[in-house]
């Protein structure tokens, strides 16, 4: 079978958004949020490069349905959704870290613990961020 140059081109770019994809799951499923982050931006660029190589190329007659490789297009699929359940996951256990720090750092009843006068230090207070 010969496939058109834009075809191909479509399939390089399925390809590599299916591989930065499956390296995201591979970050996030050892929870390495600082890997997965990193890899935003290739995700985002290759969303878009695909998305624009599927409008501009449409099976006649489809009604608008992409043309393609139905193998690569049930792997992106796949990846798809276990990054979404991935993406999930990581954002629970990060509001279950940060509930952590915030009832660790609340005034103790017992004057126990934490917020005992004790425990209580001079320093200036720390902002926390999460990129997820």
């Known amino acids: 079978m010969n ?5 191909m081109e479509r399939a390089e770019a399925a390809g590599e958004l299916l591989r930065v994809i499956e390296a995201e799951n591979e970050a996030l499923a050892r929870s390495d949020f600082g890997v997965s982050s990193q890899l935003a931006e ?3 660029a290759a969303m878009e490069r695909l ?3 599927i409008g501009a190329m449409r099976e ?4 608008g349905k992409p043309m393609g490789d139905a193998s690569i297009r049930k792997r992106l699929d796949t990846a798809i959704d276990r990054n979404r359940s991935l993406l999930l996951q990581a954002i629970d256990t990060q509001q279950r870290v940060i509930g952590t720090i915030v009832r660790a750092l609340e005034p103790d009843e017992a004057g ?6 004790l425990a209580v ?4 207070s720390v ?5 997820v």
């Open 51 to 53: 998305e624009a190589l």
């Open 42 to 44: 290739a995700k985002r």
């Open 3 to 7: 496939r058109s140059p834009m075809a």
């Open 121 to 124: 230090r001079k320093t200036p």
């Open 60 to 63: 006649p007659g489809s009604g």
């Open 127 to 131: 902002a926390l961020a999460v990129r």
């Open 112 to 117: 126990s613990g934490y917020s005992s006068p």
